[in-house]
């Protein structure tokens, strides 16, 4: 008795034979011929690479190269369903679904349509964009599986259908979002769920956003998803999706499929926008990718979208040193980056063209019904005196020379300023953090600086000697626990390049929810630089006259994202 798969052989080779015979006919061309044998090579070709793919799909923990086309396994959870090898499958069809019990597999899929067939349970259409040259350049990966859009069994009557594209390639990015965009206008099926993935760096997210919005997506409900295929990944580590893309949900297209649809919580993100004004000759310069040097955009007004962090000062200066020796791979990354923040570190010592000199005072540009948002709680159990006290120190910052149409004085970087707060020391570097996360996850600069405050009071002579402690400051402007969403940015410095360099304690500066101006010195003689680092991208500015910090209201609702966030 011969089992399935050797009468299956045996019927082929019967078949070969009678067509070989066939072709040997009378009358037959030999153009006709050539054809039949070259379709028949092809068919034995496919036969075998079948049996091969199944073969892989029963071993889903076998060590794989990453030119594997079985890497990620879209493997279905129903036992009865084998895996047909990706390979075999056109770019634009369904793949990977045979039953065993000979039927024909899922038909192919067009570009107008997400689903073939009616189903009545939970669907999600998931929509990942690649890109192959971020970080380690890994992301390369989901477009090298041999096929673009399939169908995962998420068991319990839910499916998932993911599409793959091409972040960097224009015409398949555009497809991808124009599709994206056509199914959440035409879809309004309630068990029906979208989401974008983007497999790359930080900074790529948001770049897939604004090109989401240029294509038509409606952005305040689009739910977004970032993957750690960057650098430094600080988003995705801050939304547990991890730091690198070594883990397990990362070996297997359906285990992340799974994670991304049935294990996240959907967070508001806020997004931020960095605005500059120049004064006359004033441009931004960026590091060409190709060449390595520096290239001017020759524009009037800068403005970039924000998510993670932005600073000014010596990391964005180490950042575009950085930027000029960068590699493909990840630990000579790091290597390059500590080893240029070394270098400037020892030289940036004395030098005049610092942070701390370039700026002249920092406002608010919203009125307020008091000064800096102080709380009235530290108020509240204070004896009369302790309050007339704190009053003491209020009034000034209220008056009307510093509360006017331009907003309210932070603080300045006037030494001993007897009006307003003033900068502490001589900081080399400011920064705005949105997220925990910094620098690759080795450091959380707001929870580390809890306590310690880079301001220095202007009444201290006048007023009781406390009021110039780092409590009491931190008490008055109301500093709390970082909230990725609560509309505030918080704002800290740290008292030298050596503390900065080593992840030592920052000092708080204060968290506002904008928009917030840093008003720049006018260089009297030559040119003034200032070095930008925005998520990750770094930019040498020159001339600033103004640079204001603002959520990015006439991008998103309100100026957030809806984003995954990974449950452990």
Not at 72 to 99: I, M, S
Not at 356 to 368: A, D, F, G, P, V
Not at 554 to 564: R, S
Request: proline share 5%.
């Amino acid at each position: 008795m011969l089992d399935r798969e050797e009468s299956d052989h045996l019927l082929i080779k019967e078949e070969d034979s009678s067509h070989a015979k066939l072709l040997e006919a009378p009358g037959i061309s030999e153009e006709i011929r050539e054809i039949e044998k070259t379709l028949a090579r092809k068919y034995s070709s496919t036969q075998n690479r079948g049996l091969v793919g199944v073969a892989a799909a029963q071993n889903d923990e076998a060590p794989r190269s990453s030119k594997d086309p079985h890497l990620f396994d879209v493997r279905p959870t129903n036992p009865n369903l084998e895996l047909l090898n990706p390979a075999d499958v056109g770019p634009d069809e369904l793949n990977n679904y045979l039953p065993s019990t000979g039927q024909e597999p899922l038909s192919p899929r067009n570009d107008e349509n997400d689903s073939i067939d009616s189903f009545d349970g939970v669907e999600f259409f998931v929509y990942l964009f690649a890109n192959p040259r971020s970080g380690s350049q890994k992301a390369k990966w989901f477009l090298e599986l041999g096929y673009q859009n399939c169908q995962i069994d998420l068991g319990q009557n839910m499916r998932a259908m993911v599409q793959i594209f091409n972040v960097i390639d224009p015409v398949e990015c555009s497809r991808g979002l124009r599709r994206l965009a056509k199914k959440q206008k035409g879809d309004q099926n309630h068990n029906h769920h979208i989401r974008m993935i983007m497999a790359g760096g930080d900074g790529s997210l948001m770049t897939l956003v604004n090109k989401a919005k240029e294509a038509g997506c409606d952005i305040g409900n689009l739910v977004c998803c970032v993957l750690p295929f960057g650098t430094g990944n600080d988003l995705s580590r801050s939304l547990k999706w991890g730091g690198d893309e070594s883990g397990k949900i990362y070996r297997s297209l359906p285990k992340l499929v799974r994670e991304v649809c049935l294990n996240t919580t959907i967070r508001d993100l806020d997004i931020w926008t960095i605005l500059i004004k120049f004064r006359q000759g004033g441009t931004t310069l960026e590091i060409d990718s190709k060449t390595r040097a520096y290239k001017a955009r020759n524009e009037t007004f800068f403005e970039r979208y924000m998510i993670n962090y932005f600073s000014m000062g010596e990391d964005a200066r180490v950042g575009t040193g950085f930027e000029k020796n960068r590699t493909k791979y990840r630990f000579c990354n790091q290597c390059v980056y500590a080893f240029t923040g070394i270098w400037n570190i020892i030289n940036c010592c004395g030098k005049p063209e610092q942070i701390y000199n370039q700026l002249e005072e920092c406002r608010t540009l919203k009125m307020k019904t008091n000064s800096l948002q102080l709380s009235s709680q530290p108020l509240l159990h204070q004896s009369v005196e302790e309050q007339k006290d704190d009053q003491l120190l209020l009034n000034p910052l209220t008056d009307n020379s510093t509360n006017t149409d331009r907003g309210q004085i932070i603080f300045t970087n006037k030494d001993k300023d007897t009006e307003h707060m003033y900068l502490k020391g001589t900081p080399p570097l400011v920064l705005g953090i949105n997220i925990p996360s910094y620098m690759g996850g080795r450091a959380k600069p707001w929870k580390q600086a809890d306590g310690n405050m880079g301001l220095k009071n202007p009444y201290k002579k006048s007023a009781p000697t406390d009021y110039n402690s780092s409590k009491k400051i931190s008490q008055l402007l109301d500093l709390q626990k970082e909230d990725p969403s609560d509309g505030k940015l918080d704002w800290l410095t740290f008292s030298n390049p050596f503390n900065y360099a080593l992840f030592k304690r920052g000092q708080r500066l204060m968290q506002e929810e904008g928009p917030i101006e840093f008003k720049f010195k006018e260089k009297t003689n030559g040119e003034s630089y200032t070095y930008l680092n925005i998520d990750g991208e770094f930019y040498k500015a020159k001339n600033i006259d103004t640079l204001t910090v603002q959520l990015a209201t006439e991008t998103l609702p309100n100026g957030k994202l809806k984003i995954l966030f990974r449950n452990k």
